[in-house]
């Protein structure tokens, strides 16, 4: 490994808490170990999701609009962007916080990140990603007849609104990331997957969608021309018959490896498998490439080789 590697490290949103309290509190500890890649050589990028805290935005917009005073209604595409400078004040300040308690002088900048999505993709047929609160059948009816919304009852709790989750096509801020990184910046980019776009001309339209994290991680990875993808989770290695007796911890998946526990249902979907599938994607997206999945504070033993499932193409 060469002395400097470029590492995108993608940050689970679940692992900043559930209020802004929490979330302060919680990038103390996630700087730390990201300081750590820093201080050790490597540029870093970090990505991060934004599922609780898209979730208090848009929950928070969305009842204010219901009161006396008529606050008007967000778009989930506004509530992203929202999302993405209030998780990117956080850690931006607490990664720079930990730089300069190490005597390291590096700038630290979030971008508002606009991800290009295709507005054909077959995602949007059958939506399935929940956001929002849960409403009674009444109201979720009102909602479809009113606003147009897709709903599904969840689980016994009452209906939600559920959105697409589409592939992630190109980066549309992609210069500027890649100008601040070459400049030696630490970037935050494509937040909580980035917010999901569609171009119509030489606009950029944004639309309701989940774009994940993982993938989109993934896509600037490719684009900064990373070495490394690091997916952040909460276990120190990815496991075949999770659960099970004959429980296996995995250091290192190669392609033939990878799509066979893929194919034989190994990864949950919504949890482990996007992780397995972006890191999968990654390796293969170039020679020499790699991924890493493991938890934030073995991230830089795993760079080592010491911990982490390492996805490599052979």
């Not at 937040?191 to 944004?206: A, D, Q, S, T, W």
């Not at 020499?288 to 052979?314: F, H, N, Y």
Request: proline share 6%.
């Amino acid at each position: 490994m060469k002395m400097k590697d470029k590492i995108v490290v993608a940050l689970g949103g679940n692992a900043l808490g559930n209020s802004p309290e929490e979330q302060r509190a919680l990038v103390k500890d996630t700087a730390k170990p990201i300081v750590d890649l820093i201080e050790a050589g490597h540029e870093v990028i970090l990505a991060h999701g934004n599922g609780p805290q898209v979730g208090m935005i848009n929950l928070a917009m969305s009842t204010a609009a219901n009161t006396p005073a008529g606050t008007p209604e967000m778009p989930f595409p506004e509530c992203g962007a929202m999302s993405q400078g209030y998780i990117g004040f956080h850690l931006q300040n607490a990664i720079r916080e930990e730089l300069l308690n190490r005597n390291m002088n590096i700038p630290v900048a979030t971008v508002i990140t606009q991800v290009i999505v295709d507005k054909n993709d077959s995602a949007f047929v059958n939506p399935t990603k929940p956001i929002g609160a849960f409403y009674s059948k009444e109201e979720s009816d009102k909602m479809v007849s009113e606003k147009g919304y897709v709903m599904i009852e969840d689980s016994g709790r009452g209906y939600r609104r559920v959105v697409a989750s589409p592939q992630p096509v190109d980066v549309a801020e992609k210069e500027t990331v890649s100008a601040l990184v070459e400049q030696g910046h630490v970037v935050i980019t494509v937040g909580g997957g980035g917010i999901p776009v569609y171009r119509e001309g030489n606009k950029l339209i944004g639309i309701p969608a989940v774009i994940d994290k993982d993938f989109a991680s993934e896509k600037i990875a490719e684009i900064l021309d990373a070495d490394y993808l690091i997916i952040l989770t909460a276990v120190e290695q990815v496991a075949i018959n999770f659960g099970k007796p004959d429980e296996k911890w995995l250091s290192k998946m190669n392609l033939e490896d990878t799509e066979k526990y893929i194919a034989e249902g190994h990864f949950a979907p919504g949890s482990m498998l996007p992780k397995v599938q972006a890191a999968l994607k990654f390796a293969k997206s170039k020679p020499g490439r790699k991924a890493l999945i493991t938890s934030l504070e073995k991230a830089k033993e795993g760079i080592e080789g010491s911990t982490g499932t390492l996805v490599v193409l052979d």
